[in-house]
């Protein structure tokens, strides 16, 4: 079945530099990769997400890219901001259904 | 639309005792997933629903677990009895499933769950 490894599992960085949070994933014909935020106490909440016909989405501050030959997504961060502090979540979808494997996330930590 | 509603909030019980979590999904979503989420074991996915139908339920943990889903707009998460071990806080989400593309899950803010 799909697996999914992130890294790292805690990243801190200074307040106004970028940070990057990678995934891998094991099935080949996955094809939908969403990033979700979890702030303290909350729920998980997507941010952003990519399907497998495409190399590399932005939205602001924010932006996703995938090596579909390499198996791997990653998840950028630009001019960080205190309210980035959270845990990241990547996920993929498996194929043959709707189910999503869930990396075990990355906690963000911005330094002032 | 509200979003996805769960009850109750936190739920404090006693070892042995019956526990229901309740979820009501996106109306129109027809995918609703239950997670367990714990410090040690991260987000689980212990069942999810096509249509209100189980799917895959191989992330329940043990016998004592159950879910159900009467129809299009309600699900509950049932433990009996409960252990100490459970305590977590479980999560349910929803999202609209089309052919093969699955769109964004959105999840309910979670039942906070102690059992001492």
């Known amino acids: 079945g799909e697996n999914v490894e992130q890294h790292p599992s805690t990243l801190s960085v200074q307040e106004g530099d970028s940070a990057v949070i990678k995934c891998t994933y094991s099935d080949s014909a996955s094809n939908y990769f969403p990033w979700y935020k979890q702030e303290l106490g909350k729920r998980p909440q997507l941010i952003i997400d990519i399907r497998s016909n495409v190399g590399e989405k932005k939205d602001q501050r924010i932006a996703v890219t995938l090596n579909k030959t390499a198996k791997h997504f990653s998840l950028h961060i630009t001019e960080t901001q205190p309210e980035d502090s959270a845990v990241y979540f990547c996920?993929?979808?498996?194929?043959?259904?709707?189910?999503?494997?869930w990396g075990a996330g990355t906690k963000l930590i911005i330094k002032p | 639309d509200a979003g996805v509603i769960q009850s109750p909030r936190h739920e404090v019980t006693e070892m042995g005792q019956e526990v229901t979590l309740r979820c009501k999904p996106i109306s129109g979503h027809n995918s609703l997933f239950w997670y367990r989420q714990t410090m040690m074991r991260g987000l689980e996915l212990l069942i999810y629903f096509n249509n209100n139908v189980p799917i895959d339920d191989s992330g329940m943990p043990e016998d004592r677990f159950s879910a159900k889903m009467p129809n299009a707009s309600f699900s509950t998460l049932k433990i009996q009895p409960s252990e100490p071990r459970d305590s977590a806080v479980y999560f349910c989400?929803?999202?609209?499933?089309?052919?093969?593309?699955?769109?964004?899950?959105?999840f309910g803010q979670g039942t906070r769950l102690t059992v001492v």
């Open positions: 996920a993929a979808k498996y194929p043959s259904n709707y189910q999503l494997i």
């Open positions: 989400a929803s999202s609209l499933a089309l052919g093969a593309q699955l769109t964004e899950a959105f």
